[in-house]
């Protein structure tokens, strides 16, 4: 089973946007291969479009930290809020269907609580002068744990709406 199985690319675009307003995170849908297929691209920042534009920035940092922490949801069956390597939070959920992984949806690009974006990482990743990420950095607006959790949660509860509707269709 794919995502688009699941729900059509269009809902996914449409649940990557509400998650982006509610929560001002990069709302990603990704497929089980970790690629991300709607073709959607919103900003929380300024930093995180400037990282991505950089080989070293996708490779070090974004890519980075999907994998693993997808693979960690992928395990795990279970939520994860983490920081990446630059300091921004990341959330992924794990889509199962009948036992099987189909992908995630997930949120990043956001200062967790007290944490701050590791400027000279950053820097060191993508060849921008720190005074730049600094600059990038400093419009980054923070999250806190309970918000994230709040996120996650609202993940959670549309992914459990589209299986029920999946289910019931299969079911009839």
Not at 28 to 40: A, C, I, L, N, P
Not at 108 to 120: M, S
């Amino acid at each position: 089973m794919l995502m688009t199985d699941l729900l059509p690319k269009e809902q996914w675009v449409a649940l990557e946007q509400e998650i982006h307003q509610r929560f001002g995170l990069n709302a990603r849908v990704y497929d089980d291969k970790g690629f991300s297929f709607t073709g959607h691209v919103t900003w929380s920042n300024a930093l995180c479009p400037a990282i991505k534009a950089t080989k070293g920035g996708t490779a070090a940092i974004c890519s980075v930290a999907h994998m693993a922490m997808a693979a960690e949801a992928r395990q795990t069956g279970e939520t994860v809020i983490a920081e990446c390597d630059a300091g921004l939070v990341k959330i992924c959920v794990p889509v199962f269907v009948d036992d099987v992984f189909i992908g995630v949806v997930g949120g990043c690009g956001r200062i967790l609580d007290q944490g701050e974006v590791d400027a000279f990482m950053v820097g060191k990743s993508t060849g921008m002068a720190e005074a730049q990420v600094e600059t990038l950095a400093a419009q980054v607006e923070g999250l806190t744990t309970a918000q994230a959790q709040e996120a996650a949660h609202f993940m959670e509860e549309r992914l459990a709406a589209a299986l029920d509707i999946c289910r019931a269709k299969a079911g009839s």
